[in-house]
């Protein structure tokens, strides 16, 4: 018996399986060593009433799970999440609706509900009163701690006899999935670089051949304001003008999340939420797209061999953020190497902020990526697993190059991250 | 003391399991009503080797004062080796006043003199059991050891049940006191007696774990 001494972790789990699978309390497995002990005195001794002691042993017993096996009627369990997505790191509130009807005793029953890895908190508890088991509503928060979509269930409740020998798991309904999305971590702000104005400039100034200074005037038209009219211009054409509006561009961002599998642990490939240095890098990715659609960009997530990850976010949306992060909870490493060609993707244009998260970055990796920095307007390379040479290599060519640390401050990688360059220009 | 039970639900985890305290305070009354009626039907068989008399009601008496005093004991929250020394205490007070009042101090207290008379009344008594012819008419000696022996018993049986919660462990010993007659005089199985043991036994451990149902409803609505 583990009484006081807490036994190792597999004793424990082999003893918790082998009650889930033992019909008999602790009492009952008793009566029954007791009831058989005394029927085999009884023949040794020769005493005639420990037949009777044994037998009512043995009865008590059979008494008691016969009552649970041919009493108790079971119905159907629905779950809701609320809310229905969580972050990893972030909590849901899950109501669980089961219908059950009981015979005997069946005064108090045990439920609970089984949660997968990456999913904590306490789904246990207790139902009382025969009309609390006919419609029961049992709610619990669980505490998501690894992203991916995770199977929830079944829902057990566990009976005992009147006289508490037997005892029997009921499994009821199946299993629920409930999606748990990478977190979304709050990046600070771009102070050098903030997408409604300088950024802007950077890339629609390169894109569309003008600049927000460039006017076109237009005659004016009655209900136009009397402020937007343009003198000089009218001066020039003998008629009042007016500023035609200021083109609007939004300016575009691209977030690279290098899936390629050499670059991960195997883990990271099998199954979401494994490899922590990968979760990381999800984390990292889906926190800079917020961050970058906050500043005013549109931004893709890409893979490295140009790919789409997830839907494109507008600028500003943050349910497209959630949405994308949705995309991205399910996403595994995996298929080959072509961070070598991501400048490539970039050739001939002039993209906005390119954020390229990725691990196992060589010096040589560092330098086949130096081209892409004259084509963006901010590279950021957060690198992970990576050597201090590769991304010095890489901030020697312009990149803002941080490692990105598993468990890590992601806050703090990206700071160093966007501030790296502006000390690199300053020496 | 031993892990019962109680624990074992506790360490199951869940934040709404009583703790044995307050699983303690739960249908005591019950439960000492179910362990008094159980001690009865195991001693009634006794009654066909010792021949009924006043050691019986005096015994009787002394165990409802006992259980009595532990219903009172726990409704005050005392400690259960409290609660359990306390009926200890109690019942050789008893046993003294009942049969050794013209030696004790103060009627309870045992003297030197009382505890020199014990070798003489286990002797008589012993010589008695090895000696007589059932039904023995309980004499003093007889009657001392008796009364004692079925007070131990209750004593136990409370720390067993109402403590330790463990109702299965009590059934043994009642069953091993049950079947005393059975083993010192041989004859055929009295149906009667084993229907009534039963149903004591029964009762008793439906008491238990109807008292136990019931903390867990009460920390339920808490």
Do not use: C
């Amino acid at each position: 018996m583990p009484a006081s001494a807490a036994p190792p972790a597999r004793i424990r789990r082999l003893l918790t399986a082998a009650r889930s699978v033992w019909p008999l309390t602790l009492r009952g497995t008793g009566a029954v060593v007791l009831g058989a002990a005394a029927l085999v005195a009884a023949q040794a001794f020769g005493v005639p009433e420990l037949v009777y002691v044994g037998m009512l042993l043995l009865l008590l017993v059979l008494f008691g799970w016969v009552s649970l096996w041919f009493v108790h009627r079971y119905g159907d369990v629905s779950r809701s999440f609320a809310p229905d997505v969580a972050a990893v790191g972030h909590e849901s509130t899950v109501t669980v609706h089961a219908t059950a009807r009981t015979g005997l005793s069946g005064a108090v029953a045990r439920w609970t509900d089984r949660l997968p890895p990456g999913v904590e908190g306490d789904a246990t508890g207790l139902v009382v009163g025969t009309a609390a088991l006919e419609r029961m509503r049992l709610t619990y928060r669980i505490r998501a701690t690894r992203r991916g979509v995770r199977e929830i269930g079944p829902f057990v409740v566990i009976v005992t006899d009147p006289f508490g020998v037997t005892r029997r798991r009921h499994r009821l309904g199946g299993t629920e999935a409930v999606t748990i999305t990478p977190a979304v971590i709050a990046l600070p702000p771009l102070t050098e670089f903030p997408g409604e104005a300088g950024g802007s400039l950077h890339t629609a100034t390169h894109q569309l051949g003008e600049g927000t200074d460039n006017l076109i005037p237009r005659s004016y038209a009655p209900g136009d304001s009397m402020r937007r009219i343009n003198w000089r211009a009218s001066a020039h054409h003998d008629e009042l003008m007016v500023r035609q509006e200021e083109q609007e561009s939004t300016p575009e961002a691209t977030v690279i999340l290098d899936r390629s599998a050499r670059r991960w642990a195997a883990s990271a490939a099998t199954e979401p939420g494994t490899d922590p240095a990968f979760e990381a890098a999800v984390t990292a990715a889906v926190s800079a797209v917020a961050r970058l659609a906050r500043e005013g960009y549109d931004v893709s997530v890409i893979d490295t061999d140009g790919s789409s990850l997830g839907a494109p976010v507008p600028a500003g949306d943050s349910l497209a953020v959630e949405q994308l992060s949705l995309d991205l909870a399910t996403v595994v490493a995996g298929g080959e190497d072509h961070l070598a060609a991501v400048p490539k993707l970039f050739a001939g244009t002039v993209a906005g902020p390119v954020v390229v998260v990725t691990a196992r970055v060589s010096v040589a990796d560092a330098s086949a990526l130096a081209p892409l920095v004259a084509h963006s307007a901010l590279p950021i390379l957060l690198a992970a697993e990576s050597p201090d040479a590769a991304l010095t290599r890489a901030g020697a060519a312009g990149w803002r190059a941080a490692a990105l640390v598993p468990d890590g401050d992601l806050a703090d990688a990206w700071r160093t991250a966007s501030e790296r360059g502006t000390t690199r220009a300053a020496v | 003391m031993p892990p019962s039970e109680g624990s074992r639900a506790r360490r199951g985890g869940t934040a709404g399991m009583p703790t044995r305290a307050a699983l303690a305070r739960s249908g005591d009354v019950r439960l000492a009503v179910a362990l008094l009626l159980a001690v009865v039907a195991a001693i009634l068989p006794l009654l066909r080797v010792v021949a009924a008399g006043p050691w019986l009601a005096v015994g009787l008496a002394i165990v409802i004062a006992v259980l009595g005093a532990g219903i009172a004991l726990r409704r005050l929250r005392a400690p259960a080796v409290v609660v359990t020394l306390a009926e200890v205490v109690l019942g050789g007070a008893l046993v003294t006043a009942a049969f050794f009042g013209d030696t004790a101090l103060l009627l309870v207290i045992p003297s030197p003199g009382t505890i020199a008379e014990l070798p003489a009344i286990v002797s008589g008594a012993a010589d008695q059991i090895v000696t007589g012819v059932a039904p023995l008419v309980a004499e003093r000696p007889l009657s001392v050891v008796a009364v004692a022996a079925v007070v131990i018993l209750a004593v136990l049986l409370d720390h067993t049940v109402i403590t330790a919660r463990m109702p299965l462990l009590a059934a043994v010993a009642l069953a091993a006191v049950w079947l005393i007659p059975a083993l010192s005089v041989p004859s055929t199985v009295d149906v009667l007696a084993f229907i009534v043991f039963a149903a004591a036994v029964l009762l008793l451990i439906r008491a238990e774990t109807r008292s136990r149902e019931r903390a867990l409803v009460r920390s339920a609505a808490a």
